[in-house]
């Protein structure tokens, strides 16, 4: 038992001597770079010199190609990576990693990576063009730096408006050269090629609230809002957007009177206007405009709250769904140039100011005073008449005699509605004040049959 023990010692040992023996010679013999040696992530096991320039001339080259962004709050630029960068080589050499030092050292350098697994991630030295980076911040300054405009009082027609004021934007250069140089870096190293450099907002003076408060007009005595589906009606939104441009900011000094059709002027291409549905004919149908009657209701209900003094408003002829979409029976405005208009009167002894707000959800309304009023209004509609449609059967020729009737149109309910502005202070009704009755025409639903069904049209299922 003891002579075996001894053998398989001895055993042990040879081999121990052997596989160092073998280790030393792999170690003279190995001609690359050792295993588990890299260079940006990259793993250069068996690579010769060559191999390594070739390897860090591609790295390079790909890495040139990448764009940097910088962006601010409004506005975004870009650069070649190309642009800026001198060197881009190995911090250390890799193949001297593990060698150095004498015979012995060398070994045991040998064994940490064939036989520990050493690995080593060398850096890489990254050399950019200091002068053409701050040549290229100076110019994002430049392109990123928004002036600030103050808001004015300015004439449109007889009408006199308070412009918005638009805040700046002010970069320095210092930020930007920074942020240059740390978004080249970190694209290179890291594939990080985004940064944001930081903006200081510039307020302009005076703002429309300045001057709005030198008319006196400092309180907001009223507001509505009418929904907006920006998503699905694009040509609609961009007429809203023109019409509510052209109110925003409108003063109505004491009995001035409003005038939609004059305030938003013809609805023309030539306008910025965009074809929409409007309802002509009883028809729902296409037309240069279309959609401007939500802006008009949408001011219509905010100067009835406000208590304006309404003295010429149209409902439409047809409440077709898309007017149910932004208001009920009653409380629309119809609008069309040269013949239906939207006015009301200011019968309050102080400026009044109309603001607009347009955003992809809403629309919304403001007027604003010297002061509130010093009652609440609030708006009721009295349904007098629900009209339903009736059924009309169009026989088509062309349908086979056991053909599904097919509905055409589904027809629109036809309303009579009183609608009333209420004034109630402390809880109490002090005036209820019949503002119109407003008729809209019902439209019959149409159904398209084949011959000889009216006959029988009991036994028949609409389809």
Request: hydrophobic share 40%.
């Amino acid at each position: 038992m003891k002579r075996l023990v001894l053998e398989i010692s001895v055993l042990l040992i040879f081999a121990s001597i052997t596989y160092y023996l073998w280790m030393v010679y792999k170690a003279i013999e190995w001609q690359g770079v050792y295993p588990g040696v890299r260079v940006a992530g990259f793993e250069l096991a068996g690579f010769s010199r060559e191999q390594i320039n070739v390897l860090i001339k591609l790295l390079k080259m790909r890495i040139a190609d990448r764009r940097v962004f910088l962006y601010s709050d409004s506005r975004v630029v870009s650069f070649k990576v190309s642009d800026f960068l001198l060197e881009f080589m190995p911090e250390e050499d890799p193949l001297s990693e593990g060698r150095q030092g004498g015979f012995k050292a060398r070994i045991k350098g040998a064994f940490s990576y064939f036989w520990k697994g050493k690995e080593k991630d060398i850096s890489v030295l990254v050399s950019l063009d200091l002068e053409k980076i701050e040549e290229a911040a100076k110019k994002v300054v430049e392109f990123f730096n928004v002036r600030a405009i103050p808001a004015v009082v300015y004439r449109r027609g007889s009408n006199r408006f308070v412009s918005r004021e638009l805040n700046g934007l002010e970069t320095d250069l210092y930020s930007v050269s920074l942020a240059l140089k740390e978004v080249l870096k970190s694209c290179i190293l890291k594939g990080e090629c985004t940064r944001k450099v930081d903006s200081k907002v510039v307020v302009p003076h005076p703002t429309r609230s300045e001057i709005l408060d030198n008319y006196g007009v400092k309180y907001m005595v009223a507001s509505y809002e009418t929904p907006v589906n920006s998503f699905i009606e694009s040509n609609r939104v961009q007429n809203l957007k023109v019409a509510v441009d052209k109110i925003d900011g409108l003063m109505l000094f004491p009995f001035d009177e409003f005038s939609f059709n004059r305030v938003v002027g013809p609805r023309t291409l030539e306008a910025g206007f965009k074809e929409g549905k409007s309802i002509i004919g009883g028809k729902l149908v296409k037309s240069v405009g279309g959609g401007v009657c939500q802006v008009a209701t949408t001011v219509y209900d905010a100067a009835f709250l406000a208590d304006m003094d309404i003295t010429e408003r149209w409902n439409h002829s047809i409440f077709f769904p898309s007017i149910a979409k932004y208001s009920k029976p009653g409380f629309d405005a119809a609008v069309v140039y040269g013949y239906k208009d939207l006015k009301f009167r200011n019968n309050k002894p102080y400026t009044v100011a109309i603001l607009t707000d347009l955003n992809v959800k809403r629309l919304r309304v403001e007027f604003w005073a010297e002061k509130l009023l010093p009652y609440s209004v609030t708006e009721e509609v009295e349904i007098k008449a629900v009209l339903n449609p009736r059924v009309k059967y169009v026989v088509d020729e062309l349908l086979a005699a056991n053909a599904t009737p097919e509905v055409v149109d589904e027809g629109v309910k036809g309303y009579i509605a009183r609608t009333f502005r209420i004034k109630i202070k402390d809880g109490r009704v002090l005036q209820k004040e019949e503002m119109g009755l407003s008729r809209y025409r019902v439209v019959d639903r149409v159904v398209k049959v084949p011959p000889g069904y009216a006959k029988n049209k009991t036994k028949n299922k609409i389809r």
